[in-house]
Nanobody, 117 residues
Framework: QVQLVESGGGLVHPGGSLRLSCAAS??????????MGWYRQAPGKQRELVAR???????NYADSVKGRFTISRDNAKNTVYLQMNSLSPEDTAVYYC?????????WGQGTQVTVSS
């Protein structure tokens, strides 16, 4: 059974930064061989993929976060990170991690990010 636990969200002022973490666990689950992504869901909107990292370390980003967000991974810790800089109110959402494409039963609770003055 795959478990993904997100953390690091919170309330931040516009222009601020946050670093999200996603810890993966499970009897046979290892993120080393899997593409991983950070997704977000804002109120009233569909969940969207904002950043992804392949098993080889290549990254790509949604246009809305390009240049501001950085995804990284620590395979030894089975953890994926999302560094978010220059945050704006439009980034307010619940952030989730999952594989790319996602494994539906693996969705965690997410971590709330609120950008507000």
């Amino acid at each position: 059974q795959v478990q993904l636990v997100e953390s690091g969200g919170g309330l931040v002022h516009p222009g601020g930064s946050l670093r999200l973490s996603c810890a993966a666990s499970g009897a046979i689950f290892s993120i080393r061989a899997m593409g991983m992504g950070w997704y977000r869901q804002a109120p009233g909107k569909q969940r969207e993929l904002v950043a992804r990292i392949t098993s080889g370390g290549s990254t790509n980003y949604a246009d809305s976060v390009k240049g501001r967000f950085t995804i990284s991974r620590d395979n030894a810790k089975n953890t994926v990170y999302l560094q978010m800089n220059s945050l704006s109110p439009e980034d307010t959402a619940v952030y989730y991690c999952n594989t790319v494409p996602p494994i539906p039963p693996a969705w965690g609770q997410g971590t709330q990010v609120t950008v507000s003055s």
